[in-house]
């Protein structure tokens, strides 16, 4: 059998279109989790938060984020001993929107006790934003709970 070139091109470009059909469908029904539904009114009070990162590069160690038994413990540093911290924890996890926790921090001294109920076994972005002394402070820390 003996196929012209005209149909041979034909072919080909029906080909062609049926698989930039194929890859316009499947890019539709992507989904796509946002950051934040309200990004653009966070990004322009982003220099509060770069600010706050500052003041918290100044203090003698950075929040540790430790697995304790069914709880994860932050531990402030040494500054915080008596002055007491009060803040936001912001668990954001970057595959699923629906698994993102934020969670209200207050504390008499420099540990603050989470449960782990509730949680995913993925990766999370953790970040801790909190005020003592009059002055603001942010972290973000990457926590693995596979």
Known sequence: MNISWGVRIAILYGGFVLLIATLVY????????????????????FQDVID??????GLSAAV???QAGGNLLF??????????????????????????????MESEDRLFPVPLSGFEKTVYR?????????RQYFQETELNLN
């Not at 706050?52 to 590069?57: I, S, V």
């Not at 531990?75 to 969670?103: C, H, L, M, Q």
């Not at 970040?127 to 002394?133: E, M, P, V």
């Open 26 to 45: 499947k890019s539709m029904n992507q989904k796509f989790d946002l950051v934040s539904p309200d990004y653009y009114a966070e990004e322009l009070a």
């Open 52 to 57: 706050a990162g500052k003041n918290q590069a």
């Open 64 to 66: 540790n984020v430790e």
């Open 75 to 104: 531990i402030f540093p040494p500054e915080f001993e008596r002055s007491g911290v009060k803040g936001t924890i912001v668990f954001y996890a970057p595959v699923n929107a629906g698994w993102d926790r934020k969670i209200a």
């Open 126 to 134: 953790v970040r801790i934003s909190w005020a003592a002394a009059g």
